[in-house]
């Protein structure tokens, strides 16, 4: 079935480190592919999307590039601060389902300043 | 317009005792999914819903679970005679439609004692 796999955390970095969360997936057809954040306490928020192939997702200062020759969906952002300390989900959307969103294990992100 | 509200946000049970956590979606919005978080887990989808309508409850354990969406009034999951396994976070999400993005919850965490 269709999967999520993300990079295991926790990720440790200083303030204003590059920062890269891998994430790969399997599935058929063409998923819409996502990035959640969740901060201490809180439910989850949309970061980023992308929906097909070659779209790039950005938002405060992230950016996500949908490739389907690698199948990947790496977070990325080039200068990160201790506000961005948080949990950090890939998901999908199979193409078969628009309505189940199936998650990554999620990514946990501190900052040191 | 108010986010999604969920409540009670903290929910401590022990065994044997029923849960219900209560979802209330967004003004406007007629699809509530339901997802749950284990310990250092991502999220698992368990149920989708429409007013009066179950659609796809393909994630819900078998027994002891049951979701409901009246007409009227919040969402409703309930887990009869809890067990330790299922402490957890529970978060709801709405949408408008079934083609949209999903808008998540504080999410109720629940303890079995």
């Known amino acids: 079935g269709d999967s999520v796999t993300q990079m295991e955390g926790p990720v440790t970095l200083s303030e204003e480190a590059f920062l890269t969360i891998n994430c790969t997936y399997t599935?058929?057809?063409?998923?819409?592919l996502f990035w959640y954040v969740q901060y201490p306490g809180e439910g989850l928020q949309l970061l980023l999307k992308a929906t097909k192939a070659d779209d790039k997702g950005s938002n405060k200062g992230f950016e996500a590039t949908y490739r389907k020759e690698t199948t990947s969906f790496h977070l990325e952002k080039g200068s990160v601060q201790v506000s961005d300390s948080a949990v950090y989900f890939c998901a999908l959307i199979p193409y078969s389902s628009a309505s189940k969103i199936i998650f990554g294990s999620g990514t946990r992100l501190s900052i040191r300043p | 317009n108010a986010g999604v509200m969920q409540n009670p946000r903290h929910l401590v049970r022990r065994r044997g005792q029923e849960a219900r956590l209560r979802c209330s979606p967004m003004k406007g919005h007629s699809h509530v999914y339901w997802y749950r978080q284990l310990p250092e887990e991502g999220l698992k989808f368990m149920v989708y819903?429409?007013?009066?309508?179950?659609?796809?409850e393909s994630g819900m354990p078998k027994e002891r679970f049951s979701a409901e969406f009246p007409k009227e009034g919040p969402s409703i999951l309930r887990i009869q005679q809890v067990v330790r396994g299922d402490s957890a976070a529970y978060f709801c999400?709405?949408?408008?439609?079934?083609?949209?993005?999903?808008?998540f919850g504080p999410g109720t965490r629940l303890t079995v004692t």
């Open positions: 819903l429409q007013k009066e309508n179950i659609i796809d």
């Open positions: 599935a058929t057809g063409y998923p819409s």
């Open positions: 999400a709405s949408s408008p439609t079934d083609d949209y993005e999903q808008y």
